[in-house]
Structures are given as C-alpha cells and as structure tokens.
C-alpha cells in the first residue's frame, strides 16, 4: 500500500474558504476612511497654519474676592500658529485708583489657551478694565 496523498490545487483551497462576511468589508472601508480623513486632515493643517505668527487675545474672565484683595481671572489665548513665549500682559484698572498689574504668561502654544490671575488692593469694575499684551518672544 502506498500513502499517496490527493493533490489539492489551489483552486480547490481556494473554493474551501468561506467568503468574506460583509460586516467585515463595512468595518475595513469605515477604518480606510477614518485614517485617509486623518492623514488629510493633518497634512492641511500643518501647511495652512504652521506659518501664521502669534495672535494674543486677552479675556477678563472674572473679578472675585480674595485674601490679598481681589483677584482678576484672565484666559490668554493664541490664534496664530506659531507659540508665544514669555508673554507679558498688563491690566489696568480704569477707576480712580488706578491700580494696575502685570503677568508673564512662560509659554502660550499656538492654538491654544493659558488662565491666570492678578491682585489688586481695591476692587477693580470689570468693564474698565484695560488689557493688553506687553510683548512675547518666539521660543
């Protein structure tokens, strides 16, 4: 007796193998897409922003009491592209007293926002309140 073995030929492996189920071609289009969106979205954004210089918006968001005075919340926020270092920001009080403070803001990343917060000895109104931005460098 010999041990011969049919031949399988890859057409008859071939038909021995279930199709692909359909749900599997949904997930792999839907994981294709995500990632071409990504890769797109990406590669837009690094040629259409990565250029524009450091924009530095300024909002009071708040005046509250504090132990040492009263404490003005301000969120510095950078529209540009490129970061703000050591940003420096003065805010002064509008009233009689004119009382007014200055804060450095160590790194404003572009496309982002940084809080933080002055004292002052008398309780400034927050509608006149003058802000504006000092200086900053570029890292």
């Known amino acids: 007796m010999s041990s011969e073995q049919p031949d399988r030929n890859e057409a008859d492996h071939a038909k021995s193998r ?5 749900l599997e071609w949904v997930a792999a289009g839907l994981g294709a897409a995500v990632a ?5 979205y990406l590669a837009w954004d690094g040629l259409t922003s ?3 210089p450091a924009d530095l918006v300024i909002r009071v968001d708040g005046v509250e ?3 040492a005075g009263f ?3 301000l969120t510095v ?8 270092a050591e940003a420096r920001i003065a805010v002064t009080a ?11 803001f160590d790194y404003v990343p572009g496309h982002s926002s940084r ?6 000895q008398n309780r400034p109104d927050p509608a006149a309140l003058a802000v504006r931005v000092l200086g900053y460098r570029e890292p």
Do not use: K
């Open 50 to 52: 990565a250029d524009a």
């Open 65 to 67: 009491a504090a132990a």
């Open 71 to 73: 404490r003005v919340d």
């Open 77 to 84: 926020t950078n529209l540009g592209g490129e970061t703000a």
């Open 115 to 120: 809080r933080g917060s002055l004292l002052f």
């Open 18 to 22: 279930p199709p692909t189920p359909i």
């Open 36 to 40: 071409i969106f990504i890769v797109g």
């Open 94 to 104: 509008g009233d009689g007293a004119q009382e007014a403070g200055e804060i450095t």
